[in-house]
């Protein structure tokens, strides 16, 4: 029989449901104000975690436990929260992808995982109903909201939370679950019936499942807990696996880097975050943004969470941070609660955390942060740090820094290559190739919040990862250098190098050399032509009303005074860049590299 299992941080979330059932959990948009702001509500730590183990029984029940690869398509908000957590009180692996990146290549990303459960909101059943030959094996689902056209429960008719009585006779009454239905709730009762007499009189108020859920043993490290779809913004999709430790060490790691100071109240755009600052006792609040566009939230709307909740900390990317900084320099607006701000995504401007420095209290502290999918965080590096002339390197060519390693986190460099590296030997035969690229290398790391396996495709384990004894490094895919001092500095995706006749040239040490120009809001490096004899091509994105004559001269003139830049001569004005669909702030430099061959009449060589 297998032993049933939950995932050990848990335990911090229970010590504060213990500590302070009543504090606030999530805090989330509903409907609007009468001055059109958003309004909104809550739920305390004590009904996130009653409903999180009423969701958790009942799954358990229809026999998705440890082990059981769960389809979770569901938007931000309560329910998201509540259905992790139940899942991560059973042991299930929850398979989570961005749908942004379109609708084939998330049927094919998800039928690799060869789910077993499916729990998700209308719109994605519809496409699991519809294309069902890429959901043979699921055996159990959930919808979030109504049902249109299949059958099975809906979160509602779950309940949250409710009591053992309300739950034998929730199931006999829902028609809907039919003959599964059946099976769970005579599998409940035979559960609840069993553990009755254990019930004290101080314990009735309980939710039922706190028998069964807190009698599970806590799952060895090494097990899956996650499985993470890339984006595939800079190649294709692939399945991480973020095992029980990887996922524990974030959480140490995310406290370490707030200096182990509580949290307090933390404003959420990315829901692992929102997971690990719940494992921290943090109020979460969530602000009205859609996941896949957001780039498009509302600054105001911010503004007003961070003030009228007294938000201590928030993790944004760029494409939300800018906007927010244009919002607070043209209203004036201060948000005095706010210590810190904690970017990742894609590179933020160096303005942009200067402008925030200016506008935010005097104590407050903003990071760069660096990291992936497979390895979050990587490293971190506070503004002071930064703007202390690391910043100035950037715009002479150096690359942006990223900081130093996070806690417990090692990086080294490989030589830059396509193939496969299997072992640190063969790494380490060469080693002699960096001193043609001048020190830039593939970045590699490993550590205990890092990803040793890619669940799919096999072949990307292999492309991914070099073995060193005990050790798995994770090949980030990634140039950097590492200077004296062990900070990284980021020169761009290797996948995104330019292959002149000259040598590679990187995307990022190049760019940052232009985007300091007064008109240029950012700047994409390209190559067109075959590879080996590219023609490095600078895709630009001008300011609205910028006379790009004159900027085109000016962007010459820079290129001639560096010798990474000296190879650019055609600058492409492009009206918007192409990002990424998680963070809307990675440029798809891919998609602009084919619009520069078709704006010069070239075959992009790809």
């Excluded at 029984?57 to 998201?80: D, F, K, M, Y």
């Excluded at 496969?420 to 970045?443: C, D, K």
């Amino acid at each position: 029989m297998t032993t049933a299992t939950y995932w050990q941080a848990i335990d911090r979330f229970r010590a504060v449901v213990a500590a302070d059932p009543d504090r606030e959990a999530v805090i989330y948009p509903a409907g609007k104000t009468a001055s059109g702001l958003p309004d909104y509500r809550h739920l305390t730590y004590r009904e996130l975690d009653e409903w999180s183990d009423t969701i958790g029984l009942h799954l358990a029940a229809a026999g998705v436990g440890r082990g059981t690869r769960t389809i979770v398509l569901v938007l931000p908000s309560p329910e998201l929260y509540a259905i992790m957590l139940g899942l991560l009180k059973i042991g299930a692996i929850p398979v989570v992808i961005d749908p942004g990146m379109g609708l084939r290549k998330m049927l094919n990303c998800l039928r690799a995982a060869n789910a077993e459960a499916f729990i998700g909101i209308p719109q994605a059943h519809a496409a699991r109903v519809l294309f069902g030959k890429y959901f043979r094996n699921v055996r159990v689902t959930l919808t979030v909201g109504p049902r249109w056209f299949w059958s099975g429960p809906t979160l509602r008719s779950w309940g949250a939370p409710v009591t053992a009585g309300r739950l034998g006779n929730r199931f006999r009454t829902d028609g809907a679950a039919g003959p599964v239905g059946a099976k769970v709730a005579a599998r409940l009762e035979e559960l609840l019936a069993a553990r009755a007499e254990r019930r004290t009189a101080g314990e009735h108020r309980a939710p039922f499942d706190a028998f069964t859920l807190r009698e599970r043993v806590p799952a060895p490290a090494d097990e899956v807990l996650l499985i993470a779809y890339t984006t595939g913004s800079t190649g294709p999709a692939k399945a991480v696996e973020m095992t029980h430790g990887n996922l524990s060490a974030m959480v140490e790691q995310v406290h370490a880097a707030r200096g182990r100071v509580e949290p307090g109240t933390s404003l959420i755009t990315l829901p692992l975050v929102g997971i690990l600052d719940m494992l921290l006792g943090s109020r979460c609040v969530l602000p009205p943004l859609v996941p896949s566009k957001v780039g498009s939230t509302d600054p105001a709307h911010v503004v007003d969470a961070l003030n009228r909740f007294g938000v201590k900390t928030m993790f944004a990317s760029p494409a939300v941070l800018i906007p927010l900084l244009r919002h607070l320099e043209t209203h004036k607006t201060p948000v005095p609660t706010l210590h810190s701000i904690y970017s990742g995504g894609a590179p933020v401007p160096d303005w942009c955390i200067a402008g925030l420095r200016q506008v935010l209290a005097e104590h407050a502290e903003v990071y760069a942060g660096y990291g992936s999918t497979e390895a979050l965080p990587m490293s971190t590096i506070e503004s002071r740090e930064l703007l202390g002339g690391l910043a100035e390197r950037a715009h002479l060519g150096d690359g942006t820094c990223v900081g130093r390693p996070a806690e417990g986190v090692r990086a080294r460099l490989v030589a830059i290559t396509d193939d496969p590296i299997p072992t640190w030997a063969q790494a380490e035969a060469r080693e002699s190739e960096l001193v043609a690229t001048r020190g830039i290398g593939e970045l590699v790391v490993s550590g205990p919040n890092v990803s040793t396996r890619y669940y799919w495709p096999d072949s990307a384990n292999l492309a991914g990862k070099i073995h060193e004894d005990d050790t798995v490094w994770h090949r980030t895919g990634d140039l950097a250098w590492i200077d004296g001092e062990g900070r990284i500095w980021f020169c761009g995706r290797k996948s995104q190098r330019v292959h002149t006749a000259a040598g590679p040239m990187f995307s990022v040490q190049v760019e940052q050399v232009f985007n300091i120009l007064p008109g240029v809001v950012r700047t994409a490096l390209v190559g067109v032509g075959a590879r080996g004899a590219q023609l490095p091509v600078l895709c630009v994105e001008a300011a609205p009303g910028t006379d790009t004559a004159a900027l085109t001269s000016q962007l010459r003139q820079r290129a001639s005074e560096f010798d990474v830049t000296a190879p650019v001569s055609t600058f492409l004005f492009h009206p918007k860049f192409p990002v990424d669909i998680r963070h809307n702030a990675k440029i798809g430099r891919e998609q602009l590299a084919v619009w520069a061959a078709e704006q010069l009449g070239k075959d992009d060589g790809r």
